[in-house]
């Protein structure tokens, strides 16, 4: 049907509009726009002090990836995870103590890939395997394991009663490694529900996960999401490196204190710092999404 009216006509601009889209969907066109679109995010995140000079420049390699390998509906997964994030973090910052044990709110390059590796690496093996519906839920997943634990972390400030370390339950001060509060976990399943809903929104408009429905979408990578931020967190109270400055007697994740001084290793592994901690628990994300589309195959 046309709508003739001022030049307008509906079905030659929805067919201008399909062209556009079969263009745009084309791999040649995602590898030179997808990365063109990164630089453009990572520009205005620069601008706005949401990354740093390093962290743009891991963002564009991290989204131009995932959109050239995986198509544009992963990379509107990742910049839902960026946006929401660094918003929630700036805020967060703003209307509470930071503490000492939070890096600040513009993401280094080690930051951007302590986040953005393991997604990036199943978007890649998604084109590279005959197989892409498991892997697109792994890169999903992993997304929304970092999402889960930002989330966590942020909304936790703002916990009105202390924190308890997730292995033996007992009290500990705001900030501690492996700590949960009540505020935080339902942040750390909104977030992760955020990212599956993005997901799945993609799926009712034809983002291609075979053998996966829109529901299926929501359920597997939100569980996943919030198994990576549980993960993280008993990472933390165990083996991830705390130490203590001798000079403050204060808990800190830096090796060297804010004052100058050499802290104390108190507890877990030298090299397993917060980075180290996550990369790992947004690949179990990963990990567990994909087991669970193999296990859990719904219709689509």
Known sequence: MEIHGNGLHIAGLS???????ELLGTPETRWIVGFLAAYVVALFAYRLRALTRSGAMAAVIVGGLIVAT????????????FA?????????SKRSDAGEQVRGKRRDAVQVLANGAIPTLCAVASLVLNDSGP?????????????????????????????????????????????????????????SLLIALVAASGALLDWSVPEASAWSLIGIVTAAGLAGSIIDSVLGATVQADYRCPSYQQATERSIHRCGTPATLTRGWRWMNNDTVNLVAILSAAWIGFALYQLWLPPG
Do not use: C, H, N
């Open 15 to 21: 067919k201008g509009a399909q062209g556009l889209g």
């Open 70 to 81: 995986a198509g544009w509906w992963p990379g509107a997964v990742l910049v839902t995870f």
């Open 84 to 92: 929401a994030s660094s918003a929630l973090s700036m805020y967060s």
């Open 135 to 191: 892997w697109l839920v792994a890169s999903a997943s992993a997304i929304a394991g970092a999402a889960s634990d930002t989330w966590a972390t942020e909304i936790g400030r703002f916990s009105q009663s202390p924190p308890r370390i997730i292995t033996t339950w007992k009290i500990v001060p705001p900030g501690t490694s492996g700590a949960i509060s009540t505020i935080g976990t339902l942040g750390s399943l909104a977030g």
